[in-house]
């Protein structure tokens, strides 16, 4: 939608457009109606289901008699818990909640949230993708209420109050009321000063040889006398600064990569504004991956490149690569895909904001905008993990009187992007929605590509407790792709699982196992179950990877090349990421 259609839209079009514009400033971009819709769906489907609301009431008595009798005999058995968290939940892990009278607090909420879980799932009639968001919304809800976040059931905060005579109360008070002027004044995080790009991280020596209108191209100064032929072009997502990848020096997988004796350019997007408004997927795919790989082709000839793409930065050079096999372009050697998904059909819970109520809400949201502003976008993946992002914070900073540290990789995720109106929009539709990529109808230049086409060979990354690229649907590279398939999967998330170097003494494992071209299709739970774990960082496992692809060494490409319309335009990281 252009800026002469959006004048000529009716006064109630744009009256809509105004309300939901700043309703989504409140709710980080979520739908009401869409969440409202999704509870309306499934309170319908359980007042219409009597054998449904039975077994909750058996469910209930049955719980009740559990914490009763836990109770009575918990000194008698060592209060030996009647139930137990998740793995993954580390809220009442400490001795203290152990005792009485907080074992029975903690447990009773447990014991109610598993309730609510059973009560919000498996209900008859009730569509999968409501009842996803329903299971997930209470869920938050119920963490709101738990009893770690309030001084007076959770003994770890009694504990510390006691012991240092109530001053975490008033440190934790001050805590908040600094947090509060700040966010109030737009003022950064104290302590991101520290974690400048060109300063402190993003500092590997490089030059920018392509500054376009949506990108910089930087090719990175080589640290040794050869370097493999095949250059490597790394392809971040258009929604985070590339240094992700370049943090600080003993955090950077680029400086990794060049101090193995690779080439290495990587893409820095420009942060859109409301002028680029209009800029859609085709323009990331040609002025973007497209344009990087021509420079890159162009710098160092006669060779092929390995490509390596992180997040949706894989999923563009995927399209990238389908896009060129199906014209004979073989410039490409191999194809690294980190945290990238190519199939959403299972998004894992990013999918519970997609659907068609969502995505007109956040088209209204950014309407007027012209883009998605970054804030909202970080809001809405702080839901996904607001157990640790939100309550756990809370706890640690305002109640145990704490300050939050700060490091690289924190300054990088407040380092917040935006998004064009017209490109977030095309890539939740075709992506997200229709999942047309993996099902081979997004289209470039009008003609449908095929992932099928792939037959480089692939080394694709899946993160165990990633909540934005789930491993499962990583894995669906072995469906999507017949070529070579080398698949590995990290511990961490979808950030500490790919910026994750080999440092001593911090505890880090991965599993990986190659399947050869046109072989046998395992699913993921057979691959987990069988395939060996290691300890250790995973990228010695890549950069071996690469080297068994890669050619012999020769003496280091010059940097651009001004005779093919490549100069260098300046030093790294460039104009684009500093950028605010």
């Not at 440190?171 to 520290?194: D, V």
């Not at 649907?473 to 398939?485: D, F, G, M, N, R």
Request: with cysteine; hydrophobic share 40%.
């Amino acid at each position: 939608m252009n800026d002469v259609q959006l004048t000529q839209q009716a006064p109630p079009q744009n009256l809509d457009r105004t309300v939901h514009s700043q309703l989504a400033r409140f709710t980080h971009g979520i739908s009401p109606a869409s969440l409202g819709g999704a509870y309306l769906d499934w309170l319908t489907h359980l007042l219409l289901s009597p054998g449904k609301q039975h077994e909750l009431l058996e469910k209930a008595l049955e719980k009740s008699m559990r914490i009763g009798w836990h109770a009575m005999t918990g000194p008698v058995d060592q209060c030996k818990p009647c139930i137990n968290p998740l793995p993954q939940d580390r809220r009442f892990s400490a001795p203290e909640w152990q005792r009485w009278p907080f074992n029975l607090i903690y447990q009773s909420f447990l014991l109610n949230q598993q309730w609510w879980h059973k009560a919000t799932s498996d209900v008859p009639g009730v569509t999968a993708h409501h009842e996803h968001v329903v299971t997930f919304a209470t869920r938050q809800l119920l963490d709101i209420v738990s009893p770690a976040n309030f001084p007076p059931s959770n003994p770890e905060v009694l504990s510390v109050t006691l012991k240092s005579g109530g001053v975490n109360l008033v440190q934790g008070a001050q805590n908040l009321f600094h947090e509060a002027i700040r966010l109030a004044a737009g003022r950064p995080l104290p302590g991101t000063e520290k974690f400048r790009p060109g300063h402190e991280v993003a500092i590997t020596p490089g030059k920018v040889v392509l500054r376009n209108h949506l990108i910089e191209l930087i090719q990175y100064s080589p640290q040794s006398d050869t370097v493999f032929a095949e250059p490597v072009l790394i392809v971040p997502s258009w929604i985070m600064k590339f240094y992700i990848l370049d943090l600080s020096p003993e955090n950077s997988l680029v400086k990794y990569l060049v101090e193995k004796g690779h080439t290495v350019f990587i893409l820095s997007w420009r942060n859109p504004d409301a002028k680029d408004r209009n800029l859609g997927m085709d323009d990331y795919l040609k002025s973007g991956a497209l344009a990087a790989i021509d420079a890159v082709s162009a710098i160092v000839p006669a060779q092929k490149i390995h490509a390596m793409g992180y997040c949706l930065g894989g999923t563009l050079l995927s399209i990238a690569a389908a896009f060129m096999a199906s014209h004979q372009d073989e410039r490409l050697k191999t194809l690294t895909l980190l945290a990238s998904e190519l199939d959403f059909e299972d998004p894992g819970e990013l999918g519970l904001f997609i659907d068609e109520s969502q995505l007109s809400f956040l088209n209204d949201a950014m309407a007027n905008k012209g883009y998605l502003d970054g804030k909202q976008m970080a809001g809405a993946f702080a839901l996904l993990n607001s157990r640790d992002l939100v309550w756990s914070r809370m706890v640690h900073d305002y109640l145990m009187g704490n300050s939050h540290p700060v490091n690289d990789l924190t300054a990088w995720n407040l380092d917040a992007t935006r998004m064009p109106y017209r490109q977030h929009s095309e890539y939740l539709r075709s992506l997200y929605l229709n999942n047309d990529l993996a099902e081979g109808h997004y289209r470039v230049n009008g003609r449908p590509i095929a992932l099928s086409d792939i037959w480089i060979p692939v080394f694709a990354l899946g993160t165990e407790r990633d909540t934005v690229s789930p491993w499962h649907a990583v894995y669906k590279i072995h469906l999507l792709a017949p070529a070579e398939v080398t698949f590995c999967l990290s511990s961490g998330g979808h950030n500490v699982g790919v910026v994750n170097p080999p440092v001593p003494g911090v505890k880090r494992s991965y599993q990986i196992a190659t399947r050869k071209a046109g072989a046998r299709y395992i699913d993921p739970d057979t691959w987990h179950s069988a395939t060996p774990v290691h300890e250790g960082s995973w990228w010695p496992a890549l950069t071996h990877w690469l080297q068994r692809h890669s050619g012999e060494r020769v003496a280091p490409p010059a940097m651009g090349n001004e005779a093919a319309g490549y100069p260098v335009r300046g030093d790294a990281p460039g104009r684009y990421v500093l950028v605010p």
